[in-house]
């Protein structure tokens, strides 16, 4: 066995330029099969962590103003004691955060005004909305009191700066109108005008502002998004609602609207259909060109040294043991391309996120909730790969080895 590794090795080095090309067509290969899981799963990270717990919650629960308003506080309080009690006593429940959100309000500096809308996030929400954007300016990971964060394309075109004082104007949840000054100590950038003229606030400081006890959503995280509809069910039910025959859609009772991210025809639906067949039909392709590819080079390789194999066989080396130079002359070839694929791919994503993700264009954002998209590597797929680049060359060189069993010695050497 010994002798036959050395022999394969011997033939990687000299046959350099066959070997050149396998290793170059199985390393592109591998690296862009490799690239579009790591896409995959930067996506479907995003849509989990990001899209549907930033923007829907896996299951949402949202109160209108009546029950808000600071003149229901004691029935008020009392149903939000009881939604605690039920999602800290439900282990499907990973999280839960209050949010505050503002639609029209108006923003004012220097004379100009822009409407808004605010959202008021809790300290340990921070960071969801730092890993979302990219922070240019200033920081976003201490929104407190009447400090407040703005995209870049608010702050371009009203001249704001960090540091700058702005006034917010809004009808609050009992009527009245609320003007006050803000400071901007941070400034995101905004990859759509979907979260252009978005402000975000601490959530203490935007129900002061909004003049309500209670959260206007609350968000609720799962361990398992698989048992999204089994818990939005056990909500309503413990919520006192009666036709748990019929959960689809967003249910709206007693001053209560509560839904799933499954129920909303927007962003969070149609990126997990995006991700879930668009990608593995990407994927899909991926892998039957790399294994026409990779064939056709084995093959061709093999062909073009047919009197090498006569040369062997004249030498006095069985055609099994012809055969088992070549396959390890194979693997060895695979083996070095997958580390050079591993290493390329893992520089490459590393580079990607540490320049804060793949920038795709603002229209990627009404397909994956952003247009940064920041790529992982799974072992799954690493492991994936290393079937592809092993068992494809793998494969080819057997079935042409055993179209040349047959052939006769001096057939080989006379091939031209």
């Known amino acids: 066995m010994r002798i036959f590794i050395i022999l394969a090795i011997r033939n990687v080095y000299k046959n350099y330029r066959s070997t050149l090309l396998n290793s170059v067509g199985i390393t592109i290969c591998a690296i862009i099969t490799l690239f579009i899981f790591s896409l995959s799963n930067g996506i479907e990270s995003q849509i989990i ?46 999280k839960y955060s ?88 941070g400034i995101f950038r905004n990859t759509s005008n979907m979260n252009k003229f978005i402000i975000y606030m601490n959530y203490n400081e935007s129900k002061i502002l909004y003049n309500t006890n209670l959260p206007t959503n609350i968000l609720i995280s799962l361990d398992n998004i698989d048992n999204t509809k089994d818990v939005k069910k056990t909500i309503l039910k413990d919520l006192g609602y009666n036709n748990l025959a019929q959960v689809e859609g967003e249910i709206k009772f007693n ?11 927007g962003f ?47 030498f006095g080396f069985d055609r099994c043991s012809v055969k088992t130079i070549f396959i390890y002359e194979t693997l060895f070839i695979s083996f070095v391309s997958f580390i050079i694929c591993i290493l390329f791919s893992s520089i490459a994503i590393t580079l990607i996120n540490l320049n804060n993700g793949l920038y795709l264009g603002d229209s990627a954002s009404f397909i994956f909730g952003t247009a940064i998209v920041n790529p992982e590597l799974h072992f799954l797929d690493i492991f994936l790969v290393l079937v592809i680049v092993t068992i494809y060359p793998l494969i080819a060189s057997v079935f042409s080895l055993s179209a040349i069993h047959k052939t006769q010695i001096i057939n080989l050497l006379n091939d031209k």
């Open 49 to 94: 962590t990001r899209s549907i717990n930033y923007e829907s919650g896996a299951v949402s629960i949202s109160l209108d103003k009546k029950i808000g308003s600071t003149q229901n506080k004691s029935s008020g309080d009392s149903l939000l004691y009881k939604l605690e009690n039920l999602f800290n006593n439900d282990n499907r429940i990973s």
């Open 98 to 185: 209050y949010r505050i959100i503002i639609n029209n309000a108006f923003l004012y500096y220097n004379d100009n005004s822009q409407a808004i809308n605010i959202t008021g996030i809790g300290e340990d929400e921070i960071s969801l909305v730092t890993d979302m954007y990219t922070m240019i300016k200033g920081r976003g990971d201490s929104i407190q009191n009447k400090n407040i964060v703005i995209s870049n394309g608010l702050a371009e075109l009203y001249n704001i700066g960090i540091g700058d004082n702005c006034n917010i104007m809004l009808q609050s949840i009992d009527g009245s109108i609320n003007f006050d000054e803000y400071v901007v100590i």
């Open 255 to 265: 001053h209560i609207n509560i839904s799933s991210y499954q129920d909303h025809l």
């Open 268 to 314: 969070a639906k149609s990126i997990a259909s995006f991700n879930k067949y668009g990608m593995l039909g990407v994927a899909s392709f991926l892998i039957l060109i790399s294994f026409v590819g990779i064939w056709s080079m084995q093959v061709e390789n093999i062909n073009e040294r047919k009197k090498e194999v006569g040369a062997l066989l004249s």
